[in-house]
T-cell receptor
Framework: SQQGEEDPQALSIQEGENATMNCSYK?????LQWYRQNSGRGLVHLIL?????REKHSGRLRVTLDTSKKSSSLLITASRAADTASYFCATDRGSTLGRLYFGRGTQLTVWP | GAGVSQSPSNKVTEKGKDVELRCDPISGHTALYWYRQRLGQGLEFLIYFQGNSAPDKSGLPSDRFSAERTGESVSTLTIQRTQQEDSAVYLC????????????FGPGTRLTVT
């Protein structure tokens, strides 16, 4: 079964606007990762946030983690048409073995 | 440097045939993962190799699925007697070490079973 549940399932915005995607999970975790996927092919790692971290930044990306609510958010600021993609969160369900559990993803469309 | 590569990029096969999918991980990466992604879905874990340890096969959906890895290099995922529900994109990923680190994904193999 899916561990992460992203919402919204789909998001359409204009270039320059901010995009916020959310992820909820059910078990304890060691870390949570966000990935991007273009055109249903390979995934690209965006950011990893550890369970003892609350916020992390990378360029135009900002990720928050609230372990008490078992949720995370990914914010993309000043979005561009090239940000159009599917975004997935993935967790380890508390295991250290490396296996990841992915949600169904949010399809983001950024209109020029 | 070279990323994870997979071949073929697309495979169309008839129901009942066997298929082999190949993954070349990033050189030096000890951990290798296979995932399956059905249309519009997230990724389903299939199998995980870490160094010389016994692989974690807990995600393989049936005994028609198997995978091998030669040392810390190439891996092959084999699906025997393919069924239409096996149609999906099969993604391979590698990681420098096992454990909870970022994974580097290949472009995937799109398998269509007719």
């Amino acid at each position: 079964s899916q561990q992460g549940e992203e919402d919204p399932q789909a998001l359409s915005i204009q270039e320059g606007e901010n995009a916020t995607m959310n992820c909820s999970y059910k078990t304890s975790i060691n870390n949570l990762q966000w990935y991007r996927q273009n055109s249903g092919r390979g995934l690209v790692h965006l950011i990893l946030i550890r369970s003892n971290e609350r916020e992390k930044h990378s360029g135009r990306l900002r990720v928050t983690l609230d372990t008490s609510k078992k949720s995370s958010s990914l914010l993309i600021t000043a979005s561009r048409a090239a940000d159009t993609a599917s975004y997935f969160c993935a967790t380890d369900r508390g295991s250290t073995l490396g296996r990841l559990y992915f949600g169904r993803g949010t399809q983001l469309t950024v209109w020029p | 440097g070279a990323g994870v590569s997979q071949s073929p990029s697309n495979k169309v096969t008839e129901k009942g045939k066997d298929v082999e999918l190949r993954c070349d991980p990033i050189s030096g990466h000890t951990a290798l993962y296979w995932y399956r992604q059905r249309l519009g879905q997230g990724l389903e874990f299939l199998i995980y190799f870490q160094g010389n340890s016994a692989p974690d096969k807990s995600g393989l959906p049936s005994d028609r699925f198997s995978a091998e890895r030669t040392g810390e290099s190439v891996s092959t995922l084999t699906i025997q007697r393919t069924q239409q529900e096996d149609s999906a994109v099969y993604l391979c990923a590698s990681s420098p070490v096992g454990g909870n680190y970022e994974q580097y994904f290949g472009p995937g193999t799109r398998l269509t079973v007719t």
